[in-house]
């Protein structure tokens, strides 16, 4: 059998309370393939993160990874205050059920592991092992204000080099990477406008509710944390903001009582993209399988 190892653009339509949306994804491997893990990205970021790691994963799994609402090719919401973890997990739901398949593995970066860690919490959860990448049940305040610094203001760039200085900038916190690494972070997450110019690909409005409701102290998710029951494996960047070395140390001893790898020379997040890392997630997800 040859094995697939590139993407297919398809989608799903989602229901919003303010209407209909189209939610892209990319999928790789076999469509047949009842093994599953889906790939969520972190707030700003899009599906094409998971290249690599797709690539790495494909000749075992249906990889599914994709652009949550608002980013990427997905729609945008008539509603910014929508762009939150509910209307998220019921998007999930929806692609699951799209997927046609009773169990997945999840991977998510920042964002993208809160909502499987939400998942991941509720009775009869669809997800079979779990992997949080820079993400847990405390989200440090420190990190928020530093995110509604930049997300949502919608910068403009002449050139393809003036996006990649300002992504390098913003993005330091992911530690070192070629030269061409950073071309491909930068050029996954730009959209041409008619003049040439560049544009984000996400609604500058996804930053609303961030700014609207930014809280007063680190936000705490014990509860549902201690909730989840599959096999979870917790990676952190050795010198995140985001996810603190005594946070990861109690998610070790309770609830599901993950594993944990950390990242060195690395903040928030990992972007799984070279080897040592991808091996990290692979061999978690193969020993369930």
Request: with cysteine; hydrophobic share 40%.
């Amino acid at each position: 059998m040859t094995i697939e190892t590139e993407f297919r653009k398809r989608s799903v339509q989602c229901l919003s309370p303010v209407g209909l949306h189209r939610m892209a994804y990319l999928e790789w491997g076999d469509p047949r393939n009842p093994n599953v893990v889906v790939c969520a990205h972190a707030l700003t970021r899009c599906a094409r993160d998971f290249d690599a790691l797709a690539r790495s994963l494909c000749g075992q799994f249906r990889v599914v990874c994709p652009d949550i609402v608002g980013r990427g090719d997905s729609d945008w919401l008539g509603d910014p205050m929508h762009y939150g973890f509910p209307q998220y997990l019921a998007d999930m739901v929806t692609l699951i059920a799209r997927l046609d398949v009773a169990r997945v593995h999840w991977v998510g970066t920042s964002m993208g592991g809160l909502i499987g860690m939400f998942l991941a919490g509720q009775k009869s959860t669809p997800i079979g092992r779990l992997v949080l990448n820079d993400a847990g049940p405390v989200v440090t305040r420190v990190s928020l204000e530093r995110i509604a610094t930049y997300v949502g203001l919608a910068p403009q760039f002449s050139s393809i080099e003036q996006a990649e200085a300002a992504v390098r900038a913003i993005s330091a916190p992911f530690g070192p990477h070629t030269d061409a690494e950073w071309r491909f972070l930068t050029e996954i997450t730009l959209r041409k406008n008619p003049d040439g110019s560049f544009r984000v690909h996400y609604d500058p409005k996804i930053g609303e509710p961030l700014r609207a409701h930014l809280p007063e102290k680190d936000l705490e998710f014990w509860e549902i944390y201690d909730a989840i029951r599959c096999p979870t494996l917790v990676i952190r960047g050795a010198e995140s903001d985001l996810l603190t070395r005594p946070t990861c140390e109690q998610m070790t001893k309770r609830g599901p009582k993950a594993q944990l790898v950390e990242i060195a020379g690395v903040g928030h997040a990992p972007t799984l993209m070279h080897d040592d890392q991808i091996e990290i997630v692979r061999g978690f997800l193969l020993a369930g399988d």
